[in-house]
């Protein structure tokens, strides 16, 4: 639960610090980004809260990743570039193994 909410506060607070003039506009368009997701309906199940998605769904894979770079560099698509790397960012945390030994 707590990683849904994320997806929805950090696209909030990058919009409230660098785009506060066109927020609500630019807050959507982040929000969009999350559609990138579509790509769980290939897999089986479709949820695993226990599968990493970086690497194993097609638009999470570090080839797509790299697109979404190249995407910064073009000023009509960074903030859609911004959106997937902050949804690829979040999803990476949930790659990572917090558990204390």
């Known amino acids: 639960?707590?990683?849904?909410?994320?997806?929805g506060l950090v696209p909030l607070l990058v919009v409230v610090v660098w785009y506060r003039s066109t927020w609500l506009k630019c807050y959507l368009i982040l929000m969009a980004t999350m559609l990138?997701?579509?790509?769980?309906l290939l897999?089986?199940?479709?949820?695993?809260?226990?599968?990493?998605?970086?690497?194993f769904h097609p638009l999470h894979s570090m080839v797509a990743i790299a697109v979404y770079v190249l995407m910064l560099a073009v000023p009509k698509l960074r903030l859609v570039a911004i959106g997937l790397l902050i949804h690829m960012a979040l999803d990476g945390l949930d790659c990572l193994d917090f558990t204390i030994l």
């Open 36 to 40: 990138v997701d579509i790509d769980h």
């Open 1 to 7: 639960m707590f990683h849904l909410m994320l997806h």
């Open 43 to 55: 897999a089986t199940p479709i949820y695993d809260p226990l599968r990493c998605s970086i690497g």
